[in-house]
């Protein structure tokens, strides 16, 4: 059974930083690339960013850029999110998600597996 659990959400202020998990379980974790997404309130979930299966190539949403960092250690099947400089723009649950591609997807169709989310409230 394939298990994405995200981790490290929290409440923070404007200006913080956060760093979220997302641990992987039930595959075999080098042939995924993972994305993470985010959904506010009453919004669409969103790409945020995303990392290929060796973490030697990421993407990120323009609307991020700048101020988060994807990687990954694939001995221990996790992938990171480290978000500096949070605005109260990025209050949302965040999800990570995995594909078996070889370039994270923006589409968030074109991922199978998903977690649960993990919430983000950034207050100003």
């Known amino acids: 059974q394939v298990q994405l659990v995200e981790s490290g959400g929290g409440l923070v202020q404007v200006g913080g930083s956060l760093r979220l998990s997302c641990a992987a379980s039930?595959?075999?974790?080098?042939?995924?690339?993972v994305g993470w997404f985010r959904q506010p309130p009453g919004l669409e979930r969103e790409f945020v960013g995303g990392?290929?299966?060796?973490?030697?190539?990421?993407s990120y949403a323009d609307s991020v850029k700048g101020r988060i960092t994807i990687s990954r250690d694939n001995a221990k099947n996790t992938v990171y999110l480290q978000m500096n400089n949070l605005k109260p723009e990025d209050t949302a649950v965040y999800y990570c998600?995995?594909?078996?591609?070889?370039?994270?997807?923006?589409?968030?169709?074109?991922?199978?597996?998903w977690g649960q989310g993990t919430q983000v409230t950034v207050s100003s």
């Open positions: 998600a995995a594909a078996s591609a070889l370039y994270p997807r923006v589409v968030k169709g074109m991922y199978d597996y």
């Open positions: 990392i290929n299966w060796s973490g030697t190539s990421t």
């Open positions: 039930g595959l075999t974790f080098t042939s995924y690339v």
